[in-house]
């Protein structure tokens, strides 16, 4: 079955960077666009970036600049480079993706940034 574990959230200060990672199975990860979705509390779900299976990539206007994502097809591994974070990037983010027309979502990990 497909399964996706995030890892790496934490407590960082503003301006800091942390580095997540979201390991996938089940699926032939190469083919696939993988996203990464965040939530805090009193907001909508929000998508912050994908990158399809050729590499093309796509951010939220709130974190162009500061978020990079990258994929690592030999270990089934999308990441989420974030830098100069600031406190409203705190929420948890989620991996997703999409097979055959089914979404499916990590647990989450929660990233906190501290003014």
């Known amino acids: 079955q497909v399964q996706l574990v995030e890892s790496g959230g934490g407590l960082v200060q503003a301006g800091g960077s942390l580095s997540l990672s979201c390991t996938t199975s089940g699926i032939i990860f190469s083919l696939y666009t993988m996203n990464w979705y965040r939530q805090a509390p009193g907001k909508q779900r929000e998508l912050v970036a994908l990158?399809?299976?050729?590499?093309?990539?796509n951010y939220a206007d709130s974190v162009k600049g500061r978020f990079t994502i990258s994929r690592d097809n030999a270990k089934n591994t999308v990441n989420l480079q974030m830098n100069s974070l600031k406190p409203e990037d705190t929420a948890v983010y989620y991996c997703n993706t999409k097979k055959w027309g089914s979404e499916y979502w990590g647990q989450g990990t929660q990233v906190a940034v501290s003014s």
């Open positions: 990158i399809t299976g050729g590499l093309t990539t």
